[in-house]
């Protein structure tokens, strides 16, 4: 149930609460004045609200004509019986007449009825018209008329108060506390209810917002409804996983960072006392001849260009991390693309006497939307980092190019001696080198396939790598076709 509903319920039974409460009392304090509780609709309703005629309201009416027609027939005890009967079986009412100062007929039942006790001849005042005589309440109900002979005459109907109505009059005052304590006891159990459903979850979520304050994600918040508190809950919770996430990201890149570092340094390290070892070889004269010296300045002019080449590395990789290397996407004849490539590839090794086959499958549709000096990085950074670890003296680089789908498929195969399985998740790793001393003989930064998962990535691509201990390794990537760029 909604706060909002809750409320208005909680709203409308405080005004339904006060409105039955005014009822119950007026209701009592009818009870109290009237007697008898099938008189209340007398005080209440208009006479055209009755639906018939009851029979004892008839009889009395009767009576009234029977006074201004026949006055004297109340004086006979026998039809006075007569109407006392009637009024006994119609309402349990009896019959008093009073002739001038005298009573000229009582029935038994209320011997106990003194004259000072009735209300005198005339007399059309408020009067209570419940009286208690005898340890009795009854109720009484008057009408005077005048005898043949001038004489003042009442007719008094006197009827038995219910029992209801002598519990009320008994017990009124505990009755109206007993109603105040349940309205005030209603409203405090309402206003409890709905102050307890709003205020003790905004306290769990203080006392989550505090531990949030003092770093501690850890601990869930609990959701228990599905109100607004709910859902406000529900946020917070969403919020701390979501701070929680960050952080561990932030400490994450922290540590990655200062492993960058470190990895940079190693790496610019080597190099860098290389060359200075050579220099210092050439200062001391440790080169003392003429092909020494040409030899170390050679030495020191390779490592200087390892050097630069791995600064360019560094600086891309950076570039990527932070993506602010700009691409200039364009259609590109990717199976075209690929064949220049080779044939510049052929030249390149040739000396090195590496085999290098391309084998494109035909009626594939090879048009893609990238970026042409980036996707050569990515091919030449895979073709660089096979012929670093092939350890045979025949040298094979396998192209291929086929579809799969709406993705365009590359696959690289050289016949080096594989990696192992354990290592074959981590070879897109930055600094990742098979060797685990870091063998720098091979040279490199350690960065080249993590730069062209990274630009693949960019493509919107995936790269990947299937390989086996001494069975060669396999590099692949997707790229979309054009028109399919997500």
Not at 98 to 108: T, W
Not at 234 to 252: C, D, H, T
């Amino acid at each position: 149930m909604s706060i909002r509903l809750r409320l208005l319920l909680s709203n409308l039974a405080m005004i339904l609460v006060p409105i039955i409460f005014v009822c119950l009392s007026a209701l009592l304090v009818a009870l109290l004045f009237r007697g008898d509780i099938k008189e209340l609709r007398n005080i209440y309703l208009p006479p055209e609200h009755y639906d018939h005629m009851t029979e004892k309201n008839q009889l009395l009416i009767d009576l009234h004509k029977e006074t201004m027609k026949n006055p004297g027939t109340f004086l006979d005890q026998t039809y006075l019986k007569k109407i006392d009967s009637q009024l006994n079986k119609t309402g349990g009412t009896s019959l008093a007449v009073r002739k001038g100062k005298q009573m000229i007929y009582l029935p038994a039942k209320l011997k106990g009825l003194e004259m000072n006790e009735l209300p005198p001849f005339g007399f059309f005042g408020e009067v209570d018209p419940v009286e208690r005589i005898d340890h009795q309440f009854i109720s009484i109900k008057k009408l005077d008329f005048f005898y043949p002979d001038g004489a003042e005459g009442s007719l008094f109907f006197v009827t038995d108060a219910s029992s209801f109505a002598k519990f009320v009059r008994a017990s009124f005052p505990i009755l109206f506390i007993v109603l105040i304590i349940i309205l005030i006891g209603t409203n405090g159990l309402l206003t409890y209810y709905v102050s307890k459903s709003i205020i003790l979850p905004i306290r769990r979520l203080q006392k989550a917002a505090k531990r949030m304050e003092d770093g501690d994600l850890t601990l869930p918040i609990p959701v228990t409804s599905k109100d607004e508190m709910g859902q406000l809950a529900q946020g917070f919770e969403e919020m701390r996983v979501r701070l929680k996430e960050s952080i561990e990201k932030q400490l994450a890149y922290e540590e990655n960072r200062k492993e960058l570092i470190a990895n940079i340094s190693h790496d610019l390290k080597t190099p860098i006392t290389t060359i200075k070892g050579y220099v210092e070889g050439i200062k001391d004269g440790v080169a003392n001849s003429p092909e020494k010296v040409d030899r170390y300045i050679q030495t020191i002019h390779s490592k200087s260009i390892e050097l630069d080449h791995m600064i360019d590395e560094l600086f891309l990789y950076s570039k990527l991390d932070l993506q602010r290397l700009p691409f200039h996407f364009e259609t590109i004849h990717f199976d075209h693309y690929l064949q220049d490539f080779v044939e510049e590839l052929r030249f390149d090794l040739e000396e090195q006497q590496v085999e290098v086959n391309l084998r494109i499958e035909k009626n594939g549709d090879y048009l893609i939307i990238g970026d042409r000096e980036h996707l050569k990085r990515v091919i030449t950074n895979i073709v660089d980092n096979s012929l670093k670890y092939i350890d045979k003296p025949d040298k094979v680089l396998s192209f291929h190019l086929s579809t799969v789908d709406d993705d365009v498929l590359f696959s690289m195969t050289d016949n080096g001696p594989g990696i192992s399985e354990e290592n074959l998740s981590i070879i897109f790793d930055r600094f990742y080198r098979v060797d685990t001393a870091r063998g720098t003989e091979k040279g490199g930064s350690g960065l080249g396939l993590s730069i062209a998962k990274r630009i693949i990535e960019e493509h919107h691509g995936s790269i990947w790598a299937e390989s086996g201990q001494g069975q060669g390794t396999t590099i692949s990537f997707t790229l979309n076709k054009a028109g399919e760029l997500k």
